[in-house]
């Protein structure tokens, strides 16, 4: 049992070492070892690994007795995206005494009206930790509500959690892209900065349209968060355009 721990442990830590089809079989087969520490790191690896086969098992994990490993089957459930899967998750979190920040993207993947006001609820939280819980759920939310108060919270330039609202919105593609359109016609330089800095998270051709505009203003300042928004995108040292 401790080789099989060590193992489980060592392939949650280095996802990467897991990309044979051998060895994603044998984690499938985890997903039902007797120790509720492999099922766990098992459960975290098919939501890496977007691995929709794994879908009924994890949702029988939900009603485990173990905390840690319902919070990974959720964790994995709402990573693979599955909507109905996903229904199940806030169905079940209900009933959780404490929920785990875990859960909290299950719970913005369904789309229901009680979640989203739970997760608008967090994200005006006084706590840092349950506002920080509330954004990352409101980030996979395909409701409206959720991307407009990301989007009040990131331009709040006194919010203590901008850089969070920001990484929030990458998870909203192309619907946050349009909907900083009009910031990126402000006059305002720290608007236009904010922006930009964000649009660098977004890894969505929208983005890398909207960072080239950003490349032919008229302040070097904004034209160097342009150039490095894109060279963030694209991942090369050198990117074919022209940031003076």
């Known amino acids: 049992e401790v080789?099989?721990?060590?193992?489980a442990w060592l392939f949650s830590e280095r996802w990467d070492l897991a990309g044979d089809e051998r060895t994603r079989a044998a984690l499938l087969v985890a997903l039902n070892d007797s120790s509720s520490?492999?099922?766990?790191r098992a459960a975290e690896l098919q939501g890496r690994f977007r691995n929709r086969a794994a879908l009924p098992i994890l949702v029988s994990l939900l009603r485990d007795r173990d905390s840690d490993l319902q919070a990974s089957a959720a964790e994995a459930i709402a990573a693979i995206g599955d909507p109905e899967a996903c229904l199940v998750a806030a169905d079940e979190a209900k009933v959780l005494?404490?929920?785990?920040?875990?859960w909290?993207?299950?719970?913005?993947?369904?789309g229901r009206e009680a979640e989203l006001r739970q997760l608008l609820r967090y994200?005006?939280?006084?706590?840092?930790?349950?506002?920080?819980?509330?954004?990352?759920?409101?980030?996979?939310?395909?409701?409206p509500e959720a991307l407009a108060r990301l989007l009040e919270i990131?331009?709040?330039?006194?919010?203590?959690?901008?850089?969070?609202?920001?990484?929030?919105?990458?998870?909203?593609?192309?619907?946050?892209?349009?909907a900083l359109a009009g910031d990126l016609k402000s006059a305002d330089k720290k608007v236009l900065s904010w922006?930009?800095?964000?649009?660098?998270?977004?890894?969505?051709?929208?983005?890398?349209?909207?960072?080239?505009?950003g490349l032919r203003d008229a302040d070097p300042r904004l034209r160097a968060l342009a150039d490095f928004g894109l060279r963030r995108l694209s991942g090369l040292k050198d990117i074919p355009f022209e940031p003076q």
Not at 97 to 102: C, G, I, N
Not at 104 to 110: E, I, K, S, Y
Not at 155 to 177: M, P
């Open 154 to 178: 990131g331009r709040d330039e006194e919010s203590a959690v901008r850089t969070h609202a920001a990484e929030a919105l990458a998870l909203q593609g192309e619907a946050a892209v349009r």
């Open 3 to 7: 080789a099989r721990i060590v193992a």
């Open 195 to 213: 922006t930009l800095h964000t649009l660098s998270r977004i890894r969505v051709p929208g983005a890398v349209e909207a960072l080239i505009q």
């Open 123 to 143: 994200a005006r939280s006084d706590s840092w930790v349950e506002e920080r819980v509330g954004i990352d759920g409101l980030g996979v939310s395909p409701r």
């Open 97 to 102: 005494y404490r929920l785990d920040a875990r």
């Open 104 to 110: 909290v993207r299950a719970l913005g993947r369904c």
């Open 37 to 40: 520490f492999v099922r766990a």
